[in-house]
């Protein structure tokens, strides 16, 4: 079992930075691939970022390529998300997941692959 916490959501201006981050406790993290997803009003959850377990492999769905960042820290049981340049579109609930792997460099992409979730925060971007 992995319990996964995320903060840093809130209410920004078009343009600013947000940086989100996703605490996790109980199994080894190192064995998790992680991503991150959302979910705006009336869509169905996305995944956005993901990333493997050392950190070598990450994917990023084009909408976010070159605003936000993944990254992991393995010794604090963190993944992270920065996001900047933010957009109205931007706008959902964003939330932490995460996947025990064998292979270290898989890094699992769809909603369905993932185990276990974080309640999720909210990110508002106004223009």
């Known amino acids: 079992q992995v319990q996964l916490v995320e903060s840093g959501g809130g209410l920004v201006l078009a343009g600013d930075s947000l940086r989100l981050s996703c605490a996790a406790s109980?199994?080894?993290?190192?064995?998790?691939?992680m991503g991150w997803f959302r979910q705006a009003p009336g869509k169905e959850r996305e995944p956005i970022a993901a990333i493997s377990t050392t950190g070598s492999r990450l994917y990023y769905t084009d909408s976010i390529k070159g605003r936000f960042t993944i990254s992991r820290d393995n010794a604090k049981k963190t993944v992270s998300l920065q996001m900047n340049n933010l957009k109205p579109e931007d706008t959902a609930v964003y939330s932490c997941?995460?996947?025990?792997?064998?292979?270290?460099?898989?890094?699992?992409?769809?909603?369905?692959?993932?185990?276990?979730w974080g309640q999720g925060t909210q990110v508002t971007v106004s223009s």
């Open positions: 997941a995460a996947k025990f792997v064998i292979d270290s460099t898989r890094v699992p992409v769809a909603v369905t692959d993932y185990n276990y």
């Open positions: 109980g199994r080894p993290f190192s064995d998790y691939a």
